[in-house]
């Protein structure tokens, strides 16, 4: 059996976003199907934010991710980093969000933190002034601006395009990222973000059964209040917050991407679709917020 380093935690009883007290609603396994450790979920008595107790370090957080540890990402996933199909429909429809904003910026500068296979970093070269990538993962892209660290990237580099998809949820502290970015970001600078929605059906009825809460791969999960307060205290500007389905994919395209092939099974086919398309998605799929934001 594998275990999480303790020396390496600390305990989280305050939010991190509020610093409320809290309580604690469910006890969690790691994502590792080869430990058994466990850690509290806790919820805040304010912001309603959630989280995994106690906290790695994001030291030990990066070191995980560079040795593709099953702490933070199943087995294999650097390889299918690596060979993973380009999404063109779902990448024309995530940038056309944001050309739609900086529209009035003939040249643009961009930093996008967690790279992962790097399509759309890769997409963003051929539009942007300068390109940055943050990637602590060992999958990293092979570019001399995609750096393991966000410290590593130049001080005298500022942003005017920020995105930050899929990581908030991954980090020891995500207002000190938000922070951070801030620090970074010229006035009037864009910011895009995805992550965990703890006021969608799924986490409401399943708490540390709900998909997201993988720990310690997955560390935070935002109410609507969280996810003001966060972005707020950081000196962001919401422009807009709407809950998803992961990959920000429509219902249409849930109904299009389900396996009908299942059907020459019919048994095994309702299954599926009852419990995939119907319940997992069209019910209970909105699971994600999608936030964009400006730098005041």
């Given at each position: 059996m594998?275990?999480v380093d303790?020396?390496?935690l600390t305990e989280?009883?305050l939010c991190?976003i509020?610093?409320?007290?809290?309580?604690?609603?469910?006890?969690?396994?790691?994502f590792n199907?080869?430990?058994?450790?466990?850690?509290?979920?806790?919820?805040?008595?304010?912001?309603?934010?959630w989280w995994i107790?106690?906290?790695?370090?994001?030291?030990?957080?990066s070191?995980?991710?560079a040795n593709n540890?099953?702490?933070v990402?199943?087995?294999?996933?650097?390889?299918?980093?690596?060979y993973?199909e380009?999404?063109?429909?779902?990448?024309?429809e995530?940038t056309?969000?944001?050309f739609?904003?900086?529209?009035q910026?003939d040249?643009?500068?961009?930093?996008e933190v967690g790279?992962?296979?790097?399509?759309?970093?890769?997409?963003f070269i051929?539009?942007?002034?300068?390109c940055?990538?943050v990637e602590?993962?060992c999958?990293?892209?092979s570019?001399?601006?995609?750096?393991?660290?966000?410290?590593?990237?130049?001080k005298?580099?500022t942003?005017?395009?920020?995105v930050?998809q899929?990581?908030l949820?991954?980090?020891?502290?995500?207002?000190?990222?938000?922070?951070?970015?801030?620090?970074?970001?010229n006035?009037?600078?864009?910011?895009?973000c995805?992550?965990?929605?703890?006021?969608?059906l799924?986490a409401?009825?399943?708490k540390?059964?709900?998909?997201?809460v993988?720990?310690?791969?997955?560390?935070h999960?935002?109410s609507?209040?969280?996810?003001?307060?966060a972005f707020?205290?950081?000196?962001?500007?919401?422009i807009?917050?709407?809950?998803?389905?992961?990959?920000?994919?429509?219902?249409?395209?849930?109904?299009?991407k389900?396996?009908?092939k299942?059907?020459?099974?019919?048994?095994r086919?309702?299954y599926?679709?009852?419990k995939?398309?119907l319940?997992?998605?069209l019910?209970?799929?909105?699971?994600q917020?999608y936030?964009?934001?400006?730098?005041?």
């Amino acid at each position: 059996m594998e275990s999480v380093d303790t020396k390496q935690l600390t305990e989280a009883v305050l939010c991190p976003i509020c610093k409320g007290n809290s309580l604690i609603i469910d006890m969690v396994k790691t994502f590792n199907p080869n430990s058994v450790d466990t850690f509290n979920l806790r919820k805040c008595r304010n912001c309603k934010h959630w989280w995994i107790d106690p906290i790695p370090n994001q030291e030990y957080l990066s070191h995980l991710y560079a040795n593709n540890s099953e702490f933070v990402v199943h087995r294999g996933y650097d390889e299918e980093s690596k060979y993973q199909e380009v999404d063109w429909k779902g990448l024309q429809e995530y940038t056309s969000q944001i050309f739609n904003v900086i529209a009035q910026h003939d040249k643009f500068n961009y930093l996008e933190v967690g790279v992962g296979s790097g399509h759309l970093f890769n997409y963003f070269i051929g539009k942007a002034n300068l390109c940055y990538g943050v990637e602590p993962g060992c999958w990293k892209p092979s570019n001399p601006n995609i750096v393991s660290d966000i410290k590593d990237i130049p001080k005298d580099v500022t942003f005017d395009v920020i995105v930050i998809q899929d990581v908030l949820e991954h980090l020891a502290d995500p207002v000190d990222m938000l922070l951070q970015l801030k620090s970074m970001a010229n006035k009037g600078c864009l910011i895009t973000c995805g992550f965990p929605n703890n006021n969608s059906l799924w986490a409401l009825l399943f708490k540390g059964n709900w998909r997201m809460v993988r720990p310690i791969g997955h560390l935070h999960f935002f109410s609507k209040k969280s996810v003001v307060k966060a972005f707020n205290k950081t000196g962001w500007k919401i422009i807009t917050r709407s809950s998803c389905r992961a990959g920000r994919i429509s219902a249409w395209d849930a109904i299009k991407k389900f396996n009908w092939k299942l059907f020459k099974n019919p048994l095994r086919g309702t299954y599926r679709l009852c419990k995939n398309l119907l319940v997992g998605q069209l019910v209970l799929g909105k699971d994600q917020w999608y936030i964009r934001a400006r730098s005041d």
